[in-house]
């Protein structure tokens, strides 16, 4: 892993994210030119999800305390399994799924990646993909010069993976069900750790996303239901 000096990071909103993992303001300012140390892999880990944060959302903080300690079991199962293999970092790399639920404007986008700086600041490496579902179905489209099966298994081998927007277009065509059934199917048999959102009502799931589909994200995923309205109007 490459070291990160630490006034890479200068600029970054990453206090209160600090400050909610009881780690001291000054943590990540550690001059050790240890590329294996919690405190690079943290640094390396954040630059590579601050290039993913979309500007909009580049100080966002999880509220929601089951993202809280979604993180910190993805942390503890990374760590037991860095222990256990006598590897010189703690990766990410199995763990439960959540499925983020509220109307549009609620704040799912916002907790979602609140939730991936979070995580990126502990000193565990994480690695992810990030998509909308609709660019994640364009992306896919059979079209000259690309070879779609490797676009999808980029997706589908991500250690972590945001999927935002799940059936947000209604009924689901052949196409993006057969999408969304191959990739949710791999990662609930692997285990890959998943974050979804949707602004589907619990009970429009199976309407928007098909049987097959729903029943593996029932499994695989916790699901939070965001209450409230939406914050775009209020603003
Ligand atoms: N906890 C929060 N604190 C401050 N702003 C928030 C919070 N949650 C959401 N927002 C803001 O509210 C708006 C809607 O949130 P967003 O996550 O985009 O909604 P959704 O993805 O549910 O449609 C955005 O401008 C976002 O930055
Ligand atoms: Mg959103």
Same mark, same amino acid.
């Given at each position: 892993?490459?070291?990160?000096?630490?006034?890479?990071?200068?600029?970054?909103?990453?206090?209160?994210?600090?400050?909610?993992?009881?780690?001291?303001?000054?943590?990540?300012?550690?001059?050790?030119?240890?590329?294996?140390?919690?405190?690079?892999?943290?640094?390396?880990?954040?630059?590579?999800v601050?290039?993913?944060?979309?500007?909009?959302?580049?100080?966002?903080?999880?509220?929601?305390?089951?993202?809280?300690?979604w993180?910190?079991?993805?942390?503890?199962?990374?760590?037991?399994?860095?222990?256990?293999?006598?590897?010189?970092?703690?990766?990410?790399?199995?763990?439960?799924?959540?499925?983020?639920?509220?109307?549009?404007?609620?704040?799912?986008?916002?907790?979602? %990646?609140? !939730?991936? #700086?979070?995580?990126?600041?502990?000193?565990?490496? =994480?690695?992810? $993909?990030?998509?909308?579902? *609709?660019? +994640? %179905?364009? !992306?896919? #489209?059979?079209?000259?010069?690309?070879?779609?099966? =490797?676009?999808? $298994?980029?997706?589908?081998? *991500?250690? +972590?993976?945001?999927?935002?927007?799940?059936?947000?277009?209604?009924?689901?065509? =052949?196409?993006?069900?057969?999408?969304?059934?191959?990739?949710?199917?791999?990662?609930?048999?692997?285990?890959?750790?998943?974050?979804?959102?949707?602004?589907?009502?619990?009970?429009?799931?199976?309407?928007?996303?098909?049987?097959?589909?729903?029943?593996?994200?029932r499994?695989?995923?916790?699901?939070?239901?965001?209450?409230?309205?939406?914050?775009?109007?209020?603003a």
């Amino acid at each position: 892993m490459q070291y990160i000096p630490p006034n890479n990071l200068r600029g970054h909103d990453l206090a209160s994210l600090l400050a909610a993992r009881g780690l001291p303001a000054d943590w990540l300012q550690v001059n050790d030119f240890d590329p294996h140390s919690p405190q690079n892999v943290a640094r390396y880990t954040y630059s590579e999800v601050a290039a993913l944060v979309p500007f909009h959302y580049r100080s966002a903080v999880p509220t929601l305390p089951e993202l809280r300690q979604w993180i910190d079991g993805l942390v503890v199962a990374a760590q037991d399994a860095q222990a256990e293999r006598h590897s010189p970092i703690a990766s990410v790399t199995h763990g439960p799924s959540l499925l983020l639920l509220g109307v549009t404007g609620v704040g799912k986008t916002y907790e979602a %990646y609140g !939730a991936m #700086r979070e995580l990126a600041v502990t000193g565990v490496r =994480a690695q992810w $993909r990030v998509t909308t579902a *609709a660019d +994640l %179905y364009a !992306a896919l #489209r059979p079209r000259h010069g690309i070879d779609s099966e =490797a676009e999808f $298994r980029s997706y589908r081998d *991500a250690p +972590l993976l945001l999927v935002d927007d799940l059936g947000a277009e209604g009924k689901p065509s =052949a196409f993006t069900e057969e999408v969304n059934f191959r990739l949710i199917n791999y990662r609930y048999e692997r285990q890959l750790p998943t974050l979804f959102t949707s602004n589907a009502a619990a009970g429009q799931l199976r309407e928007r996303l098909g049987d097959r589909v729903t029943s593996r994200l029932r499994e695989m995923c916790q699901r939070i239901a965001i209450k409230g309205t939406d914050r775009r109007r209020a603003a």
